[in-house]
């Protein structure tokens, strides 16, 4: 949901002293580890070019309609910069949950804000965007890998945030089901990150048997991942592939720029 930064993909591990200049915590206590939770979009999956990509066609058809709308940049600029905010905005106004007609509700007000309102274009291109999209889906490259060789050490667990509609189309696209121990996504469970209940929950029977203190919980999202999981007491990951400024006063135990990286780290490589 967050807007894709602009900088390029670093190739550096940030832990040790980087770490502790950066965030101020000491870095990651591998010796403490005994399960490991991924996150989905974001980390195991590259969403965000499939959702970008996806609304191409449909941004191009309403720009026939409306020319002005090319004055705000090219699809992949549009998306990024100015649709994504829209869908934030909008996500800020209701939090709880995320839902697909929040989509919807970005169709309409990048119409209105930036051409003319009309309901029926703007609800013909969200249903474009939604039938497009989901082909788009791809995983990150070294996302198997990283599922093979982590599996090899410790349980997994999936822990995305999503509608479930959603988010189990991606899962069972890409067959990742099964390499968890668990599955948990938000709307099957009523709990959402950063609650850390929905933590509490990854670890309830039969992973009840590992400690909160245990787990080490690996994300992209600094606001839901990092942030619930140092409320739980998990160890965390926050993995920034675009090399985004971290901006705010959710700290991870570490930093790594691939899932590679992770990898190397946890001494699977």
Known sequence: MTPPSSKTTRTT???SANANERTGRGALDVDRIEVVSFDLDGT??????AWRDGFAAPFARLAERYPTLLTLGDSAHVHDFVFQPFLIEIWERVRGEWSPEYVREGWRMLLERHAAPDLEAADAAYEEYEATWPAMMRLFEDSLATL??????YPMILLTNGNTTHQRMKIDTHDLEKWFHRVVVSEEVGLVKPDPAIFAHALSAPLDIFEAKSALHVGDMRSQDIAGARAAGWQSAWV???????DDDHHPDVEVASLDDLVRLLGLR
């Open 13 to 15: 591990l940030t832990t």
């Open 44 to 49: 195991l999956i590259d969403s965000r070019t």
């Open 148 to 153: 093979e060789a982590v599996q090899r050490r």
């Open 240 to 246: 920034n592939r675009t090399g985004a400024p971290a």
